[in-house]
């Protein structure tokens, strides 16, 4: 039977998060209460997956509106983007590299090793997961806009 | 350009792709010709999304029309539901996770790992792999539809 | 001062270049492996490079080991650009000459301040 991922395994994601978004883009970001993905139809326009394998398994997501999409790849690169063009779909995968890469240094027990970036596009799409783990979502608000991060981590097994 | 990504190498997500739909959905699952994703325009109502780690990284990814996805689920599970219901996601999930564990034993070469799988719903998705990653799509034909099985890898 | 970025990323080059920029360097070339780094370092002047870890065909720590090993390049002050966190590979990096290390994420403000400090 799946459960949602356990709070300690939420917690290094959310932190990375936070910290890649104060450093990289000058923004301070809040997260709003963690939710689950299952049945909260969490609908947004592009999303940066990575997977994670090796002690555990799981995989983190970050998702956002077009608006704030667009925003926070400007500050990211430091140069406007108003469109969704290939930058902004390469700096949304790089972006979520650099958040699961961050936090694999708080799991380091699990000896987690990261997947390549998969970026997807379309109006109101859902990211959601499979049986073996119900992922959870965090709600981020910012300057930037909205976006959520969403992780699903499972290590036994 | 990663080196040593070659055709070969999605073979064994062909064959598993093949024997997954044989063995566990009932239905012979006929591949057709093998393309570079960057020639193929894909848009998708459904997919089923797997990262690998290990000496070469990347994704497989299966993706399905809304009907083809409920044909080939409710076969699956042995349901009968005509809308994408939870069920039907969690049973994408469960596709592309059998298929990447499968492909996984015949690509030791790699020492492959498999994360969790992601689902991704809505309509005319656009799944776009890492640049430097070499992308290979595969479409296949069902009696029950067709969709498409994606594999994306760079050796490390 | 002219310099070499090497990192597979392209927005991740984008985004040091538009780093070094705003501090004043303009004369950078770009990389996307170990191998193009060392390509590209064969036509000489290069007096900083800055380099990413996890790269195809040739990685960071490869190449930086390489560029140590070369009379022509060795003296070239090499800062390591990368999300590998994990304290012993800070200090492979280092004992294979590293001149700096800057770990992702990174504030552009400590870009500029690890290059001035090789600068003076």
Partial sequence: MASPVKVEHINPFISATLETFKSMMRTTITPGKIILVKGAHLSYD?????????????????????ITALKTVSEFIGEKVVTMDDTVKDAIGELANIVAGA??????????SISLPTVIIGENHEVQGGKECIPLAVPFSSPLGNFNLIVSFKSEG | MAVGIRVEHVNPFVTSTMETFAKMVGVEAKPGKLMLKKDAKLEYDISGIIGLSGNAKGMVAMSFPKHTAVAVCNKFMSADYNDLHRDILDAVGELVNIVAGYAKRDLTEF??????????????HQIIDAKDAVSFVVPFTCPLGPFHL????KST | MKILLVDDSSTMR???KNTLEKI???????????????????????????????????TGIEALKKIKADPATKDIPVIMVTSESEKTRIMEAIQSGAANYVVKPFQPE???????????
């Fill in chain 1, 46 to 66: 592009i999303s940066g997956i990575i997977g994670l394998s090796g002690g555990a398994k799981g995989t983190v997501t970050l998702s956002f509106p077009k």
């Fill in chain 1, 103 to 112: 936090a694999k240094k708080d799991l380091t027990q699990y000896k987690i």
């Fill in chain 2, 111 to 124: 020492a492959i790992n498999i994360s969790l799988p992601s689902v991704i719903v809505g309509p005319n």
């Fill in chain 2, 150 to 153: 994606a594999v994306s890898l």
């Fill in chain 3, 14 to 16: 984008r985004i040091q």
């Fill in chain 3, 24 to 58: 004043g360097h303009t004369d950078v070339t770009e990389a996307e492996d170990g191998v193009d780094a060392i390509k590209k370092l064969a036509a000489g002047g290069f007096e900083l490079v800055l380099m990413d870890w996890n790269m195809p065909n040739m």
């Fill in chain 3, 110 to 120: 400590t870009l500029a301040e690890k290059i001035s400090s090789i600068k003076k």
